[in-house]
Structures are given as structure tokens and as C-alpha cells.
């Protein structure tokens, strides 16, 4: 089996069998995409430029989603005290339930992975460790 080969696996294993979006969707009632928002903000409040840097998104679209998710309740928008032109934004009680929810889903490992026995969860933790500890080093 070749690299590709279980890289396709791999991807297949995480984003079709688990199917995590659709599974957070499910639980959550919001997109993806506002789940992640919301996840981000777990961190703390920042400025909405600074979420769309970090979130790599484009900002009107961002803002677009920050109206949604203060119109649903989720987060607040409020004017920087220091940068009156900046807005920050922050999670509200049910922001922050939906963004641990969320986080609780993603962190539920596929049915696949739990039934490994002990030996083999431990070579495959080894592995992606090693893979994990090679991509650092080249990034």
C-alpha cells in the first residue's frame, strides 16, 4: 500500500465515515462554519478583524455571519473602547453552550477508532505522533 493509498483512508475514515461537519450540524442546529466561529470565541473576545485573520475568511463574508449569530442570540458585537472603528466580539451563554457542544462532537473519535484493542491504538498513537512530530518540524 502506498502513501496516497492511506492518506485516502485516512481522509475517508475522518471526513466520510465520522463525517464530522454533518455531525456537528446535527447537534448543533448551526453550520459549520458559525460552530467554528463560535469555537474560536471560546478563547475569548477579540475584534472581528481579528477572527477573520484567524479564521482565514473573508471579513464581509465574517460579518455577514457575526450579524447571523448575534441575531440567533449567540454572540454580542460591541464597540472597542480603545478603537471606537474596531468591533469586538464576544460569546453569550448559548454562543458558548453551542460552541462546546460542538467542540464535545469533534472530540467524540470514530466507533472505528474506540473498538481498536490496546496494542494497536497505541502503534497508530506512536505513528501520528511521529506524523504529527515531522510536520512541525517542516512547517
Known amino acids: 500500500m ?5 492518506w485516502a ?11 464530522p461537519h454533518r455531525a456537528v450540524v446535527a447537534a448543533t442546529g448551526e453550520s459549520f462554519f458559525r460552530t467554528k466561529v463560535l469555537r ?4 475569548g473576545p477579540i ?6 485573520e484567524q479564521l482565514g475568511s473573508d471579513p464581509p463574508y465574517l460579518s455577514i455571519t457575526l450579524r447571523d449569530l448575534e441575531a440567533r442570540g449567540h454572540l454580542r458585537r460591541t464597540e ?13 451563554d448559548s454562543g458558548r453552550e453551542l ?16 473498538a481498536l484493542d490496546g496494542s494497536d491504538l497505541a502503534t497508530l498513537a506512536r505513528i501520528v505522533s511521529s506524523l504529527l512530530g515531522d510536520s512541525a518540524t517542516s512547517a
Do not use: I, M, Q
Open 2 to 6: 502506498s502513501a496516497p493509498d492511506v
Open 9 to 19: 483512508d485516512l481522509r475517508s475514515l475522518v471526513l466520510e465515515v465520522s463525517d
Open 40 to 43: 474560536r470565541l471560546l478563547h
Open 47 to 52: 475584534s472581528a478583524g481579528e477572527l477573520a
Open 80 to 92: 472597542d473602547p480603545v478603537d471606537r472603528r474596531r468591533r469586538v466580539v464576544a460569546l453569550t
Open 99 to 114: 460552541a462546546r457542544v460542538a467542540n464535545d462532537v469533534l472530540g467524540t473519535p470514530p466507533a472505528a477508532l474506540t
